[in-house]
């Protein structure tokens, strides 16, 4: 794979030899990659600089502790990488303190929930089937066997949250924790109000940023940090860093948060993973991310507008973020979101499948396709792309039994991915 070779050449070199299998494996996903509309709203690109840090020695230390106060010895340019990191988070998003120790998403949440409650508190969370994540109660999660879990959905007219009925179900349920955060939401969260209803019954607010921590780094989604006591985030969605998490706190629970990730749910932390997070929060502090944010999201509303003209009714009626739910029931009564996944799939189109709010159909099958843009942005794609995607999406469907038809699709998709290379060393 000498693509990569040119990218780091030691290591790629090295690894060319010890194990060609894997540089193959590795080959053909990067041409999956490059030759597929990714739509999974929670995946981006990761730059070049980001990945490359990842492939380095900083992988090979122990560093159990925090800045200048490790277990082990020989820390001291490790003390460097994370400080440096907690610095640009604290730049990038004003919080009073962060860890960004946390492997992923969901040890972030597990970690502030050990911080915060005992085993049977009271945790009001939106349902999974409703846009909630795993971690926010689900039954078959950790979330939902160690803690006593009440859940709020949308409404059913609206399709959004309202916050009279979390209000109401916040008097009757009396959470001590209350997650405002979603993985499958196409409206924007109204942290104020949130805060507001946490405050009527005493409880702590944790905001879940996860899939939209890059709009509110790029001024593209209200801000949560004035209001959550808590907000934990994944660093590889709309972020576009590496794979991990971060805890931001007020100053008040910056001891409890840090001895929850360490010594009471991790080990040692992935400084290679670390040092990438620092330079995502370096990328994200340039203007250039504000702009990609802001395209992230006029690209969502390009993608909805023209999903909608080719007659698919979208969850809400359309999206102000990154992502969308097409509700496939309103145009095939009989095609689910896991086979309308599939039939993407074989156009080049990858896409999730997902729960609509009230959904008929199971989990495994669904009614739904969540769709988002921060992929296809990273790559260079505007409104204009937007338009041939939705009607490649729509051409593939209704053509869902001809083979040939779409093949004919993939090829399109393939040209216009062509025109947009995902790294510079493809083009
Ligand atoms: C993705 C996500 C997580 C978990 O992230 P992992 O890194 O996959 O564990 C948590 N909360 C929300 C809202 C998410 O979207």
Not at 358 to 370: E, I, W, Y
């Amino acid at each position: 794979m000498n693509t990569s070779e040119s990218r780091n050449p030691s290591i790629a070199s090295k690894l060319g030899e010890v194990d060609p299998q894997i540089v193959e494996i590795t080959a053909k996903d990067l041409k999956r990659q490059q030759d597929s509309l990714m739509l999974i709203p929670s995946e981006n690109y990761a730059s070049r600089a980001v990945m490359e840090i990842q492939s380095s020695i900083l992988a090979n230390k122990y560093a159990e502790g925090y800045p200048g106060e490790r277990y082990y010895n020989g820390c001291q340019f490790m003390d460097e990488v994370e400080s440096l990191a907690i610095e640009r988070a604290k730049a990038l998003f004003g919080a009073e303190h962060i860890n960004v120790q946390p492997h992923a998403g969901s040890q972030a949440n597990m970690a502030v929930y050990h911080a915060l409650l005992e085993p049977g508190d009271t945790i009001l969370g939106m349902s999974l089937s409703q846009g909630g994540h795993l971690t926010h109660g689900a039954g078959v999660n950790f979330s939902g066997n160690y803690y006593n879990i009440a859940m709020y959905g949308v409404d059913a007219e609206t399709e959004r949250i309202d916050m009279e009925e979390i209000a109401r179900l916040a008097a009757q349920h009396r959470p001590k924790l209350i997650v405002v955060g979603a993985t499958a939401y196409p409206r924007q969260f109204d942290f104020a109000a949130w805060r507001h209803v946490a405050d009527s019954v005493g409880a702590y607010l944790l905001a879940d940023i996860a899939h939209i921590a890059g709009l509110i780094a790029g001024g593209a989604h209200p801000d949560p940090v004035p209001y959550g006591d808590v907000i934990t985030t994944t660093t590889h969605k709309t972020l576009r860093g590496p794979r991990g998490a971060m805890i931001m706190c007020k100053a008040e629970y910056a001891d409890k948060i840090d001895r929850a990730v360490f010594p009471g749910l991790q080990g040692g932390p992935f400084l290679h993973t670390i040092a990438a997070r620092a330079v995502a929060f370096k990328e994200a502090s340039a203007p250039a991310f504000k702009t990609y944010q802001a395209q992230i999201v006029k690209n969502a509303k390009a993608l909805a507008a023209r999903l909608i003209e080719n007659d698919f009714r979208l969850v809400s009626g359309g999206t102000d973020n990154h992502l969308m739910l097409i509700d496939l029931t309103s145009k095939y009564e009989k095609l689910s979101g896991r086979q309308a996944a599939d039939h993407l799939e074989d156009a080049g189109i990858i896409v999730n499948k997902n729960t609509i709010p009230f959904d008929k159909r199971k989990p495994r099958t669904t009614s739904g396709l969540r769709l988002g843009t921060p992929m296809i942005t990273t790559r260079g794609m505007k409104e204009d792309e937007m338009v041939l995607v939705a009607d490649f999406i729509a051409e593939t469907l209704e053509n869902r039994q001809k083979a040939s038809i779409k093949r004919q699709i993939r090829g399109k998709v393939k040209e216009l991915c062509a025109q947009f290379p995902i790294y510079e060393y493809l083009q």
